[in-house]
């Protein structure tokens, strides 16, 4: 897992982090530090990719598109970013969590939080 994506450790949906012996402890994920994954155990996969799930919250990129869904995201990345953008670690990264959400491998929260993150770091204004 690369190093940025590696440096967090995100709460899902209806998980709540605490602390126990001095360590966050973010119920059914086991840490990273742990080898473990950032991905909920009970996360499964699906049969197909499904690219319509829908994000935590749209965003909004003022005069260009809402991202609504998996979907969404995708098309911003393949349509509306230029080839040269494209192949920069942080999208290729940010295609492969796409793609992992999609497959039911990755949580939504998590790659929404990461789209937000992405395109702060490309300066992309999004509500």
């Not at 499904?50 to 990129?61: A, E, G, N």
């Not at 959400?101 to 929404?112: H, K, L, N, P």
């Amino acid at each position: 897992m690369p190093r940025l994506w590696s440096l967090y450790a995100p709460i899902g949906p209806g998980l709540s982090a605490t602390k126990r012996n001095g360590r966050l402890d973010s119920g059914p994920c086991t840490p990273l530090s742990e080898g473990g994954s950032s991905v909920p155990r009970e996360t499964l996969t699906l049969p197909r990719p499904d690219w319509s799930r829908q994000l935590p919250r749209p965003l909004t990129i003022p005069d260009l598109l809402t991202l609504e869904t998996l979907a969404d995201a995708r098309a911003l990345i393949e349509k509306h970013v230029p080839a040269e953008y494209r192949s920069k670690f942080t999208l290729r990264q940010l295609a492969g969590l796409l793609k992992r959400a999609a497959e039911g491998q990755q949580d939504i929260a998590e790659v929404s939080t990461a789209l937000k993150i992405v395109l702060h770091l490309e300066g992309i204004r999004c509500q």
